[in-house]
Each structure stands twice: as C-alpha cells, then as structure tokens.
C-alpha cells in the first residue's frame, strides 16, 4: 500500500497512541507489583506475572508497525522530513523500554511469590523507594505522552535519589542478617527488589532521553554524575 505524508503522520500518531496505552500497562504492572511485595499477595504476584505476556505481544506489533511504517515510506520516497522520522525511531527506543519495564515488574513479582509465607517485615525505605519508582515510571510515560522535555528532565534528575535509596536498604538488610532480625534468604529477594527498581528508574531515564532527543534533536547523556546535553549540528532540521 502507498503512503503520502499525511498518512504517514496518521499512522505516527496511532503508534503513539499504542505507546501510550502500554506505557499505561506497564505503569500498572510496577505499581502493583510493588503493591504485591508489602501485602505479601501471591496471587496478585501471580497475575502480574500472566500480564507480562500482553505486554509482549503489544511490545512486537508496535516494532511491527514502526519497521513497516519506515518500510513504507522508504519504497515510496514518501517525503516526511527528519522529525518524523526520528518520532519514530523514538518509538521503538522507547516501546523497548517499556517491556525492559515490564520485565523488572514481573521479577518483583516472581520474588513475592518466592517469599511465600515468609512475613519477615522490609525496612521503611523500600517502601519510600518504590513509591518513587511508580512516579517516576507514569513521569516518563506522561513525558512521551506529552512530548514534554521538562518533564523528562525532572526523570533525569531522580535517578540520583534511587541509587541512595538502594544504598541505605543494602545496608539496613546487612545490619538486619546481623543482629538476627532477618534471614540471608529473605535479604537476598530484598535487594533484589531493591536492584529491580532501580533498574526500572534507569529504563526511564531511557526513555526521557528519547523525549529530549524526539522535541528537539539533542542527545543527552550521564557523564561524571550529570546529565549534559551533547551538541547536534542537525538539531534544527
């Protein structure tokens, strides 16, 4: 099928709006799956595990329609310009994202489910931790959503809050196995909770990269503790 430029356009913004939708999923996977680690629910654990299925079919057929869009448009010399074309370059960066996201939540899961019946009770901090993970997840949809850069840089300037968490509730559980109060097995699924939120944080600040770089062409990158918009001489165009 043929393809003008405002058909390519039409078709961009249905992309985005599946984006949109799996971003809202994934969101919904985080936060719950946080939710399953303090109720001990297994069952809700278990659920979120089946959904990472949805999230993968979703994540293909958004590739799906994103390589076929450029394909398209490629056979048809279909003039668009560079924004477009890197709007949906953006979109497949970020729908990876998105089910890396979705991948970290279903290891939270899978590690409720491991507790089991253990009620060992986790430090106040984790809980701190992930509730900002949450935000910064649905911070880093609604930045794409929106196309909004000041938003994607607030997501940037979180990471380094995080990292801390995890630093205190590494040593918190040491200090816990110590004294008795919590056993290795029950500390090792807590860190790696603690490690799976981070890693969801870092795929956010993934994705508002990509907002930054689809608004207005600049490349940003973590260079010594900071984040440092690189120079784009193609930028404008």
């Not at 099928?1 to 984006?19: G, K, P, V, Y």
């Not at 590739?63 to 394909?71: A, I, P, S």
């Amino acid at each position: 099928m043929s393809i003008n430029a405002q058909q390519f356009r039409d078709e961009l913004d249905s992309i985005r709006s599946d984006l949109t939708r799996q971003g809202q999923r994934v969101t919904e996977m985080a936060s719950e799956a946080f939710e399953s680690v303090y109720q001990r629910d297994t069952e809700k654990a278990q659920s979120i595990v089946a959904r990472d299925d949805i999230v993968d079919r979703a994540d293909v057929e958004i590739e799906r329609k994103c390589v076929d869009l450029l394909v398209r448009s490629a056979n048809d010399a279909c003039e668009v310009g560079p924004s477009p074309i890197r709007s949906v370059l953006t979109g497949v960066k970020v729908n990876n994202e998105l089910e890396r996201i979705a991948d970290a939540a279903t290891e939270v899961a899978e590690r409720v489910i491991r507790l089991g019946e253990r009620t060992t009770p986790f430090p106040k901090t984790l809980l701190v931790m992930t509730n900002s993970v949450v935000g910064i997840v649905r911070d880093a949809v609604k930045a794409f959503g929106g196309s909004d850069p000041t938003l994607a840089k607030a997501v940037l300037a979180s990471e380094g809050a995080v990292l801390q968490f995890k630093e205190l509730i590494t040593r918190d559980a040491e200090e816990r196995v110590a004294d008795g109060r919590m056993t290795v097995e029950v500390a090792f699924e807590l860190h790696g909770i603690a490690f799976q939120a981070v890693t969801m944080a870092d795929h956010c600040t993934n994705i508002a990269e990509q907002v930054i770089y689809e608004s207005s062409g600049q490349i940003v990158r973590h260079t010594k503790g900071e984040w440092v918009e690189l120079p784009n001489p193609q930028a404008g165009h």
